[in-house]
């Protein structure tokens, strides 16, 4: 039986943070933000913008502009990180599946399983089906 040391499970959490990290760019977060704006990941932060800023109409309608450009860049980035990135998280399971046992690697891919329908869930990669949309709001 091999030992799962405090290392190698740091690593790991290092390694799924760094990820997390680089790939998720706050789109996570706009993705949480998805429901209550009809699945507009800009409409959060220009109603923000908006409120705390006191924007006139004009300069919305360019906030809005801007924040859409910098939405389809930050895609653009996720598509093209998009395969390095499983190819480090693949390469990173399988060296975490060798010092496991058996039952242990059952264990951890049904957990890579769950981690994985929550990323695709919560934050998909361009092309990929994500969450649909959301509640409508409540009217004030």
Do not use: N
Not at 1 to 6: C, D, E, T
Not at 75 to 98: A, H, N, Q
């Amino acid at each position: 039986m091999k030992k799962f040391g405090w290392s190698h499970l740091l690593w790991a959490l290092a390694v799924g943070l760094a990820a997390g990290v680089a790939i998720g760019l706050h789109l996570p977060r706009w993705g949480l933000l998805h429901a209550r704006h009809g699945g507009d990941p800009t409409a959060h932060m220009v109603d923000r913008f908006s409120r705390d800023l006191k924007l006139d109409a004009g300069q919305r309608d360019k906030l809005t502009a801007i924040l859409e450009k910098t939405h389809q860049r930050l895609m653009g980035l996720r598509k093209d990180m998009g395969p390095k990135f499983e190819v480090i998280r693949k390469k990173t399971s399988r060296e975490i599946e060798k010092i496991l046992t058996p039952e242990q690697v059952s264990r951890f891919r049904e957990m890579e399983k769950k981690c994985d329908a929550r990323r695709q869930r919560h934050c998909p990669m361009p092309g990929e089906p994500g969450p649909g949309p959301g509640p409508e709001k409540p009217p004030r």
